[in-house]
């Protein structure tokens, strides 16, 4: 096991574009939670509810993310789906249409909490944009059972990225390298998610899609927690210039990864 480590405390209020907060919807709200609380240790506070039930996971009293319920009569993919900071939602919401892509749901005010929006950027993957109020975000980083990175998978990056730096003003920094697709996106001077272009790897059943990775003290010991629980392993923990990380699914189906950062 890695030692533990104190709590990294987010900023105060999160730069324009950087994952600020992540919420998946399900359609069994009770397993899901009992499911993530024994996984990661996470304890639940009810609301907002504007988009039905929905609950707030938490680490010592610390916002991590959210679970919500999917309407019964919605077949929609099970996903844990990233939120980007903005200071206006509204035109957010303008910029997404005019660089080509879709806003499904929103804006819309979520209680006192904030203002969101539910979107898809031009390959069909999904994100959401939060504009915040009384909640600001995902409020402790760094420890075990919170999210440490986020990246998409897509098919190729160049269209993707001129989308998300258009709409965001992220500025990018691709890998030179003749057999890896992969752009890092950068707002308020660093690194806040990555781009990968994956080709004729993307899953068929799944398409783009944005893949969050949370930290874990033992990447091994969580993976076999995991499947104790009900989840499935995609890819066995193996070691990366990152840390060691494994692609995992919860008993529904949504994707996520583990990652043992190196210390």
């Known amino acids: 096991m890695t030692e533990a480590r104190e709590p990294a405390a987010r900023p105060a209020r999160y730069t324009p574009g950087t994952p600020c907060w992540v919420s998946l919807m399900v359609h069994g709200m009770a397993a899901t939670q009992e499911f993530y609380g024994s996984l990661f240790g996470w304890e639940f506070v009810p609301g907002p509810q504007q988009l039905g039930p929905y609950v707030r996971a938490q680490l010592g009293g610390q916002e991590v993310a959210g679970i919500g319920q999917l309407p019964p009569d919605r077949h929609l993919p099970v996903a844990w789906t990233p939120y980007l900071a903005s200071e206006d939602v509204d035109l957010t919401a303008e910029t997404v249409r005019l660089c080509g892509g879709t806003v499904g749901v929103g804006p819309l005010d979520a209680g006192d909490a904030g203002r969101l929006l539910i979107g898809l950027d031009p390959s069909g993957a999904v994100f959401g944009v939060w504009q915040a109020a009384a909640l600001l975000g995902t409020s402790v980083a760094?420890?075990?059972?919170?999210?440490?990175?986020?990246e998409l998978l897509t098919v190729e990056t160049e269209g993707v990225a001129k989308?998300?730096?258009t709409v965001f003003g992220f500025e990018e920094e691709p890998v030179v390298s003749a057999d890896l697709d992969y752009v890092t996106l950068h707002a308020g001077g660093r690194p806040v998610a990555g781009l990968h272009g994956v080709g004729h790897d993307l899953p068929r059943d799944r398409g783009p899609h944005w893949m969050t990775y949370f930290e874990v003290a033992d990447a091994d010991a969580a993976t076999r927690l995991l499947v104790d629980l009900g989840g499935?392993?995609?890819?066995p923990p193996h070691d990366s210039p990152h840390g060691r990380v494994a692609t995992v699914a919860d008993p529904e189906?949504?994707?996520f990864s583990l990652i043992e950062n190196p210390r």
Request: hydrophobic share 35%; glycine share 16%.
């Open 163 to 165: 989308f998300y730096e």
């Open 142 to 150: 760094g420890v075990p059972g919170t999210p440490a990175w986020h």
């Open 232 to 235: 499935h392993v995609l890819r």
């Open 253 to 255: 189906g949504a994707r």
